[in-house]
């Protein structure tokens, strides 16, 4: 292989790591990877409506825990 095909590729990997460091630092500022439960409970529930009801019952946790929150101000 002559040398100017090397450099070629060693620029191109370098661009796609790069781009692929700053597409998993914005996942991790966005919040993409934030909700480690949901493959785990995931496996609990078969259903949709098993899963809305999951998730109505955290909503209703957080809910009761910003409550007691304010009421500790």
Known sequence: MSTSVLIVMLVVS???????????????????????????????????DDLNEAARKEEKQKHIQRSKDEQNL
């Open 14 to 48: 370098i661009m796609i790591g790069f781009l692929g460091l700053v597409a998993f630092l914005w996942g991790l500022r966005s919040g993409q990877f934030d909700d480690e439960k949901k493959m785990t409970q995931g496996v609990l529930f078969d259903g949709v």
